[in-house]
């Protein structure tokens, strides 16, 4: 490329930069959009990740709830889902699925059930015994208790597990790109000897986890406005 | 009245017919063949130490727990043949630790019944307006939540949510137990002033026999294998208790918890003429001194009210150089002399009898 006027001094610093392996924020701008579609599908695998989880979790949760044995089974169980490391699930189920979302999503959502589900069964076990009881001697069936007083008031509970569950997820679906689902690991890997876009597509990856918290953060505020009361 | 005025539902009678509740593997049962008859619009205390069946006495006549054995009946009808929600709906339910929903507003706690019977948002609204009133509870608390309310107005609040629909029946378990003294008393004669306006039936559970004798119309007095030992109005329960395990229970001060439950009124009151000296009186009927049989005057008369406590009336009897007290009307006019000797005769009819008779 030719340089001009202002554009090509900068442009021929830069170059320099990256000869020399330093931080560049000039390349960086110059090659955002290798960055868009991980970035994207980054988000992507977390937050369908953190769905599935969040759906399959509090579904066992609400089951084990109510039929107190269920906790121990289910918590080895997702115990041992979590302690896999994630790089040899991807490989386990390459022959299953193939390379691709499907993969990648399984894992990781497999990742957040133990986190979920813990948080879920604390948040429902901490509704005060009292305000249960109350409930029941009104009338309330007990899917009236558990939607309209132990749901909202283990909400703090569920929330807190949300948060922990999606900037974990965020960091582990960086290795996606091992199953063939992309993910800002990609270009990481892709140039991993280049400090700039090192340390850019992991800035990206710990600046979505903070994007992702506080996103959860304002809506938990929202949502449980009796927390701010007291 | 506003729409949201609820007709007063007529109270129902409740009848346990020997409800037993007995747990699998416990030696005996945890209430033992309970028969008692609550009639309409009155309150029955169920009394006694802890373990003794009252809690759970009163929670199988909401199905909270069920019976093994016998049935309870509520206008005549059995509870057994109910669905327990639609039962529990229909009774007040108020708990000690009152239970409010900590994420739901005041408004909405009070609401919670006439929402699940689905009343519109309007009758519901006013609804909680009349019952903050009923309670003594400033309208602006409806929009807070529990937390920002202090323990008796949470228990205020509680017992407005029990009131919402209006239900014939209330089962209320220690419903004054964790509020300090001062403010439980107040939280007391506000009940039963607010009773004296619905006459609703209720079950009231506590293990004070003080707060029992306060409360009660009628009085249960349960053991512990929840066996029933007595079943009487308050009175009857302090001058003739059924057993030993009764007389123990509500004290030996017994005789002075009656005197709380009697007015200097209840009393056939002395004239002047039973007495050996004269009561001077001003032109206005008052009291003003005594003259003792040798002329001497004394001006520290010792008054006491028709409408007083007889227990206040013998402490300032006692206090006196006399003994003897000059009962007024509320306009202070005389209207009789009361004595430590006359209380005593009052209690004691058998002793009052006897001295007659010698």
Redesign the interface.
């Known amino acids: 490329m030719i340089a001009q006027g202002d554009n090509g001094f900068f442009r021929e610093r830069t170059d320099t930069c990256v000869t020399d392996n330093g931080l560049c924020p000039g390349w960086v701008v110059d090659h955002l959009d290798r960055y868009t579609t991980p970035l994207l599908q980054h988000v992507f695998l977390t937050v369908t990740s953190v769905a599935a989880g969040f759906l399959i979790a509090g579904s066992l949760a609400i089951l084990a709830h109510r039929r107190r044995w269920l906790v121990g089974p289910i918590t080895n169980v997702t115990g041992i889902l979590y302690t896999l490391p994630s790089v040899a699930v991807f490989f386990l189920l390459l022959p299953i699925t193939g390379r691709g979302n499907l993969t990648a999503i399984i894992a990781l959502t497999a990742y957040t059930l133990l986190i979920l589900f813990r948080n879920i069964l604390a948040g429902l076990d901490a509704v005060p015994a009292d305000a249960r009881d109350a409930g029941r001697g009104m009338g309330l069936t007990d899917r009236q208790l558990l939607w309209r007083v132990e749901l909202p008031l283990a909400l703090p509970a569920i929330m807190a597990g949300l948060r922990i569950a999606t900037t974990t997820t965020v960091g582990l679906a960086a290795l996606a790109f091992f199953a063939g689902a992309g993910g800002l690991g990609e270009p990481l890997e892709a140039q991993k000897a280049f400090k700039t876009n090192v340390v850019f597509a992991g800035g990206l990856c710990v600046a979505l986890a903070i994007v992702l918290d506080a996103m959860i953060l304002l809506v938990q505020r929202s949502i449980t406005p009796w927390t701010r009361a007291a | 009245m506003t729409a949201a005025h609820v007709p007063p539902s007529s109270a129902e009678p409740l009848e346990f017919r020997g409800a037993t509740k007995r747990y699998p593997g416990a030696a005996e049962p945890a209430v033992d063949a309970l028969t008692l008859e609550v009639p309409a619009g009155e309150i029955c205390v169920l009394v006694g130490p802890s373990g003794c069946g009252k809690t759970t006495a009163m929670r199988m006549v909401?199905r909270?727990i069920d019976m093994t054995d016998g049935d309870i009946l509520l206008g005549g009808r059995s509870v057994r043949e109910r669905e327990?929600?639609?039962?529990?709906?229909e009774i007040g339910?108020v708990?000690q630790?009152?239970?409010?929903?900590?994420?739901?507003t005041i408004a909405q706690n009070i609401g919670?019944?006439p929402e699940?019977l689905g009343w519109d948002r309007r009758r519901r609204d006013e609804r909680v307006a009349e019952l903050l009133a009923l309670t003594g509870l400033d309208e602006d608390l409806a929009s807070?939540?529990p937390?920002?309310l202090s323990g008796g107005q949470r228990q205020r609040v509680?017992v407005a949510?029990?009131l919402a629909t209006d239900p014939p029946v209330m089962?209320m378990d220690e419903p004054f137990g964790a509020i300090d003294p001062i403010n439980r008393e107040r939280l007391q004669n506000e009940f039963l002033r607010l009773q004296e306006r619905l006459r609703r039936t209720i079950v009231f559970v506590t293990h004070d026999i003080d707060e029992a004798i306060k409360m009660g119309d009628r009085i249960a007095v349960l053991q512990r294998g929840g066996r029933l030992q007595q079943y009487a109005t308050p009175a009857e329960l302090l001058m003739q208790p059924a057993n030993d395990f009764v007389r123990d229970f509500v004290g030996a001060d017994r005789a002075l918890k009656r005197l709380a439950l009697l007015r200097v009124r209840d009393v056939d009151l002395w004239t002047e003429a039973d007495i050996d000296f004269r009561l001077e009186v001003d032109g206005d009927g008052r009291p003003v001194a005594w003259i003792w049989p040798d002329g001497r005057r004394s001006t520290s008369v010792t008054v006491v009210e028709r409408d007083d406590v007889l227990r206040d009336a013998l402490s300032d009897l006692l206090q006196s150089q006399t003994q003897y007290g000059a009962v007024v009307d509320p306009r202070g006019r005389l209207q009789g002399i009361l004595s430590v000797e006359l209380i005593h005769d009052f209690l004691v009819p058998e002793a009052a009898a006897a001295s007659g008779d010698a």
């Open positions: 909401n909270m327990p929600s639609a039962l529990r709906r339910y708990i630790q009152v239970g409010l929903f900590p994420h739901r919670t019944v699940l807070r939540y937390a920002q509680g949510r029990a089962l």
